[in-house]
């Protein structure tokens, strides 16, 4: 068995997966199979679509799952839970199985996402982990795909470790953000254990610390000749700042067979401030010279720094993506769906004044159908074991409105969910990291523009079958009123 991560902790669970663990333990439950699904109720920022990530970093957290003698000893150092219960734990393993949607796909909300199959007591002891770490990554993935596609083609640096709410979040928000599209990090650690590629130049400080502007940058040439970018704000972008840059490039580097890479504004006016720098920059000759911006930026200043011109060749991205300043919460939520009783699968509803807390029963699938040139149509959740035949025409429901109806034809049927552990051991290898970013990409390609708008983006239908639909009702009518 391979060696636990260093970071695994185990007891990074709410208190009350214990008490209720315990509980079923006392019934003789640990035996019996429930299942649980994981989805979203809302797309954050009111957008259109979002990012699933964050599934690699739970299989691996399910694969080494263990209580360790210190934790049995905390636990039994409380003094309420049994030594049968304890005895239990120290020997506990995840024998369960995941089925998931790919890391990097695009989802919506009221899709299951992620499928346990497990133990009663294993499912409930995964669910603060599994969801912290699923809505966490998700809701940094959607932020940056929202981010990089408003840049327009250019590229976008993740600059936000120092605004992330800690070590672990600095860097699987840089994980995440790169599946979503970032083309690099400011985190030399997430290329270390990631590849993700680092980059960065200098600060302020840097500039400050020496006699005069000119001499700081000269002296960074000097260190980096090949990869030259300087910071020109520190004191006045245009009358210092740039023309210090150019000065640099004329009298040390350009002798020397080197080049200016390229200037970064971390202040100001920055459509203004890049495009004088554009004009400065090329009548020094120097074309090939970058222009980076940074500067508490997101989706909306992006889009908007685009559509007034501003000759920026790339934005560096920090507070806002990293922290999802905007709507920092993807709520994600862990439901159970279903027990197994004697080989049968029995149905769980959760009913709720609030429709949309209102759960989706059974065992499901979940579907993807696409036109002929390869646009999503609409999802389906489906029972388990149904099937959509795209060869025939199917009719989809809005399941709220379930009288408006549309039949669709000649599209193709894909299923979504995946098993990618079974009885605790993994069934499928996990894709690279490069290869999870290329299949977000290609996703976000598959939807209508409309979708991908940053404003009032159209509906994507996520639709149920008849029977499952027919399913839903039949347990709110059972239930509904009725004393339990």
């Given at each position: 068995m391979k060696q636990a991560p260093a970071n695994h902790r185990v007891l990074l669970m709410d208190y009350y997966a214990l008490t209720m663990a315990q509980s079923h333990f006392s019934q003789g439950r640990q035996h019996e199979i429930a299942y649980f699904d994981y989805f979203f109720r809302t797309v954050p920022d009111h957008g259109g679509y979002a990012i699933f990530a964050g599934?690699?970093?739970?299989?691996?957290?399910?694969?080494?799952?263990?209580?360790?003698?210190?934790?049995?000893?905390?636990?039994?150092?409380?003094?309420?839970?049994?030594?049968?219960?304890?005895?239990?734990?120290?020997?506990?393993?995840?024998?369960g199985d995941i089925?998931?949607?790919?890391?990097?796909?695009?989802?919506?909300p009221h899709e299951p996402l992620l499928t346990v199959r497990a133990p009663l007591i294993d499912c409930q002891l995964i669910e603060t982990y599994l969801l912290l770490t699923l809505n966490h990554q998700s809701r940094i993935a959607t932020k940056a795909a929202r981010i990089v596609?408003?840049?327009?083609?250019?590229?976008?640096?993740?600059f936000g470790s120092r605004r992330a709410h800690g070590g672990d979040a600095a860097h699987y928000g840089a994980r995440a953000a790169y599946i979503g599209g970032v083309a690099a990090t400011s985190n030399t650690y997430s290329e270390y254990v990631s590849g993700?590629?680092?980059v960065g130049t200098m600060a302020h400080a840097y500039v400050q610390s020496f006699d005069s502007e000119y001499e700081a940058f000269l002296q960074y040439?000097?260190?980096?000749?090949?990869?030259?970018v300087l910071l020109v704000d520190t004191y006045d972008t245009l009358r210092q700042g740039i023309p210090n840059a150019i000065r640099v490039h004329n009298e040390y580097l350009a002798p020397n067979g080197h080049a200016l890479r390229g200037i970064?504004?971390?202040s100001g006016d920055l459509a203004y401030l890049s495009n004088r720098a554009r004009e400065m920059l090329d009548a020094a000759g120097l074309h090939d010279a970058k222009i980076t911006v940074s500067n508490s930026l997101d989706e909306y200043l992006i889009k908007d720094l685009v559509l007034q011109g501003a000759a920026v060749d790339n934005f560096g991205v920090g507070e806002r993506l990293i922290t999802a300043k905007s709507n920092p919460v993807f709520g994600g939520v862990y439901k159970i769906v279903a027990l197994e009783k004697d080989g049968a699968i029995i149905p769980k509803i959760k009913i709720s004044e609030t429709l949309a807390k209102t759960t989706t029963p059974g065992y499901k699938q979940l579907w993807r159908l696409y036109d002929a040139g390869g646009k999503a149509i609409a999802d389906v959740v489906t029972l388990?074991?149904?099937?959509?035949?795209?060869?025939?025409?199917?009719?989809?429901?809005?399941?709220?409105?379930?009288?408006?109806?549309?039949?669709?034809?000649?599209f193709r049927a894909e299923k979504r969910l995946q098993t990618w552990m079974e009885a605790g051991a993994r069934s499928i290898a996990m894709p690279s990291l490069e290869d999870v970013r290329a299949h977000c990409q290609h996703e976000q390609q598959t939807l209508w523009d409309e979708i991908r708008r940053l404003e009032?983006?159209?509906?994507y239908y996520v639709d149920l079958s008849q029977a499952l639909w027919q399913l839903k009702q039949d347990l709110i009518r059972e239930h509904a009123g009725k004393p339990q």
């Amino acid at each position: 068995m391979k060696q636990a991560p260093a970071n695994h902790r185990v007891l990074l669970m709410d208190y009350y997966a214990l008490t209720m663990a315990q509980s079923h333990f006392s019934q003789g439950r640990q035996h019996e199979i429930a299942y649980f699904d994981y989805f979203f109720r809302t797309v954050p920022d009111h957008g259109g679509y979002a990012i699933f990530a964050g599934l690699t970093q739970v299989l691996d957290y399910l694969e080494f799952l263990h209580f360790t003698p210190d934790d049995i000893a905390f636990l039994r150092s409380k003094g309420v839970f049994t030594a049968e219960f304890l005895d239990y734990l120290a020997n506990f393993r995840f024998h369960g199985d995941i089925r998931a949607v790919p890391e990097g796909s695009v989802v919506f909300p009221h899709e299951p996402l992620l499928t346990v199959r497990a133990p009663l007591i294993d499912c409930q002891l995964i669910e603060t982990y599994l969801l912290l770490t699923l809505n966490h990554q998700s809701r940094i993935a959607t932020k940056a795909a929202r981010i990089v596609h408003e840049a327009a083609g250019r590229p976008v640096f993740e600059f936000g470790s120092r605004r992330a709410h800690g070590g672990d979040a600095a860097h699987y928000g840089a994980r995440a953000a790169y599946i979503g599209g970032v083309a690099a990090t400011s985190n030399t650690y997430s290329e270390y254990v990631s590849g993700i590629p680092a980059v960065g130049t200098m600060a302020h400080a840097y500039v400050q610390s020496f006699d005069s502007e000119y001499e700081a940058f000269l002296q960074y040439a000097k260190t980096w000749p090949d990869n030259t970018v300087l910071l020109v704000d520190t004191y006045d972008t245009l009358r210092q700042g740039i023309p210090n840059a150019i000065r640099v490039h004329n009298e040390y580097l350009a002798p020397n067979g080197h080049a200016l890479r390229g200037i970064r504004i971390d202040s100001g006016d920055l459509a203004y401030l890049s495009n004088r720098a554009r004009e400065m920059l090329d009548a020094a000759g120097l074309h090939d010279a970058k222009i980076t911006v940074s500067n508490s930026l997101d989706e909306y200043l992006i889009k908007d720094l685009v559509l007034q011109g501003a000759a920026v060749d790339n934005f560096g991205v920090g507070e806002r993506l990293i922290t999802a300043k905007s709507n920092p919460v993807f709520g994600g939520v862990y439901k159970i769906v279903a027990l197994e009783k004697d080989g049968a699968i029995i149905p769980k509803i959760k009913i709720s004044e609030t429709l949309a807390k209102t759960t989706t029963p059974g065992y499901k699938q979940l579907w993807r159908l696409y036109d002929a040139g390869g646009k999503a149509i609409a999802d389906v959740v489906t029972l388990h074991d149904e099937t959509i035949d795209d060869s025939q025409p199917y009719e989809l429901f809005d399941p709220e409105y379930p009288w408006k109806r549309k039949t669709v034809s000649g599209f193709r049927a894909e299923k979504r969910l995946q098993t990618w552990m079974e009885a605790g051991a993994r069934s499928i290898a996990m894709p690279s990291l490069e290869d999870v970013r290329a299949h977000c990409q290609h996703e976000q390609q598959t939807l209508w523009d409309e979708i991908r708008r940053l404003e009032n983006p159209h509906g994507y239908y996520v639709d149920l079958s008849q029977a499952l639909w027919q399913l839903k009702q039949d347990l709110i009518r059972e239930h509904a009123g009725k004393p339990q």
